[in-house]
């Protein structure tokens, strides 16, 4: 049975560090698992919609999410493995537990910076939140 893992990305190197690990591993699976590249673009201020209409809001989060997720979607296809493509709008650790659930993946696979301690708590980042809230297991990249 084929996996479903769930792998966010906003763009950085950072995120691009679980697409390098998925596909220094690919060899490891029978069956590769099948990549659904997830990212969220933060909410904009609910005034903005007085200036600028719905459908040009959802086209520039579309267009911004898609360009963050090319690099990821780029060398997961290099290496075989044809991930599918995501753009949500939200709090990101909220919106990809939400969409890990909803999808029924069976892992999420998450790039981090590898702050600890009191630093990562300062932080509140985002790989700690969705520790916290998902239902799925979470692996952490460094």
């Known amino acids: 049975m084929t996996q479903n893992w769930l792998v966010p990305i906003d763009g950085s190197e950072v995120a691009l560090k679980s697409v390098a690990w998925i596909i220094d591993h690919l060899a490891d699976w029978r069956d590769a ?12 201020p609910n005034d903005i919609g007085r200036f600028i209409n ?5 086209e520039f989060h579309l267009e911004s999410g898609m360009k963050a997720l090319a690099a990821s979607r780029d060398k997961l296809v290099a290496a075989g493995v044809t991930p599918e493509l995501h753009v949500m709008v939200g709090e990101a650790a909220t919106t990809i537990t939400e969409f890990a659930e909803s999808r029924g993946c069976s892992q999420i696979v998450l790039g981090t910076r590898g702050h600890s301690g009191l630093t990562g708590t300062l932080l509140g980042s985002v790989a700690m939140k969705v520790v916290h809230l998902s239902k799925s297991p979470v692996l952490l990249v460094r």
């Open 33 to 44: 698992p099948q990549i659904q590249l997830i990212n969220v673009q933060p909410l904009l």
């Open 54 to 58: 719905a459908d040009t809001i959802r």
